[in-house]
């Protein structure tokens, strides 16, 4: 019996032994592979990369390796630091080099017609007709008004004031009218035959008013230019209107 142990244990640490010695040949063969190769360090990904991740989240997927120069593209980095303020343009998978080529601006990924959200907002929709966003003239990346009215309630009369100045449009969807044919050959612009959705960037205050007022209210936005000045909210109302 004790044998037949000291048999098993002798197979088990030739085994280890084996594999350690197996091991350490392979990761020589690496360096013997480099040796008397010009190498430089660059960060290669290790784990996959999702479009769109940005450069500063990537510590955990990518590793500084050194790589024989002639095989090295231009554009490669050895620092994440390199990349800072970018976002991946597509998936990177394991085993690519990190390449400034495939990282991009986060504006760069935004939809055509749309703008980034700044930071601290978030982006509410309100549908509304032509009429109630100047003749659907309103864009992503303009600063309109928004003004609320409020049916009579109660002891309160009808009333309008304005809510809010200079807010952010970050998208506009709802396709015009087809020009109309004017006078001339020229073709005059035509307003939308529908509804537009309007997306806007506003704080929590203001999304929960936008929100209330269209379930019980009606909206309308005004295009501001850069230098309107911002007003004070007031109100006119059916019973003291304001001259």
Same mark, same amino acid.
């Given at each position: ?30 360096? !013997? ?6 190498? *430089? =360090? +660059? ?10 991740? @940005?450069? %500063?989240?990537?510590?955990? #997927? ?18 994440? #630091?390199?990349?800072? =303020? ?13 390449? !400034?080529? !495939? ?13 980034? +959200? ?10 509304? =007709?032509?009429? *109630? ?6 864009? %992503?990346?303009? *600063? ?11 002891? *309160? ?14 998208? +506009?969807?709802?396709? @015009? ?40 209210? #009606? ?9 309107? @000045? ?10 003291? @209107?304001?001259?």
């Amino acid at each position: 019996m004790k044998i037949r142990i000291f048999s098993a244990l002798a197979a088990l640490i030739l085994a280890v032994t084996g594999a350690v010695m197996i091991l350490g040949y392979v990761n020589g063969a690496d360096q !013997r592979a480099l040796a008397g190769t010009k190498t *430089r =360090g +660059v960060l290669v990904v290790t784990k996959q990369i999702a479009a769109g991740t @940005p450069s %500063a989240t990537m510590a955990d #997927s990518v590793t500084l390796k050194a790589v024989p120069i002639s095989v090295i593209p231009s554009g490669t980095v050895d620092t994440l #630091s390199a990349l800072s =303020g970018s976002v991946a343009a597509v998936d990177l998978v394991p085993g690519e080099q990190l390449l !400034r080529s !495939r990282m991009v601006k986060p504006s760069s990924l935004l939809q055509a017609g749309t703008v980034a +959200v700044p930071k601290g907002l978030q982006e509410l929709t309100v549908q509304l =007709g032509p009429d *109630r966003v100047v003749g659907g003239r309103v864009k %992503a990346g303009d *600063r309109v008004g928004i003004y609320v009215s409020y049916p009579k309630d109660g002891q *309160r009369s009808s009333r309008t004031s304005l809510a809010y100045d200079q807010i952010l449009v970050t998208n +506009v969807q709802g396709a @015009p009218a087809a020009p109309v044919a004017a006078a001339g050959g020229s073709a005059a612009p035509a307003a939308p035959t529908g509804a537009l959705l309007v997306t806007l960037a506003v704080q929590s205050a203001q999304a929960t008013r936008a929100v209330f007022t269209a379930e019980f209210g #009606s909206l309308w936005i005004t295009l501001e230019s850069s230098d309107v @000045p911002v007003g004070v909210p007031r109100e006119m109302d059916l019973d003291t @209107p304001i001259p």
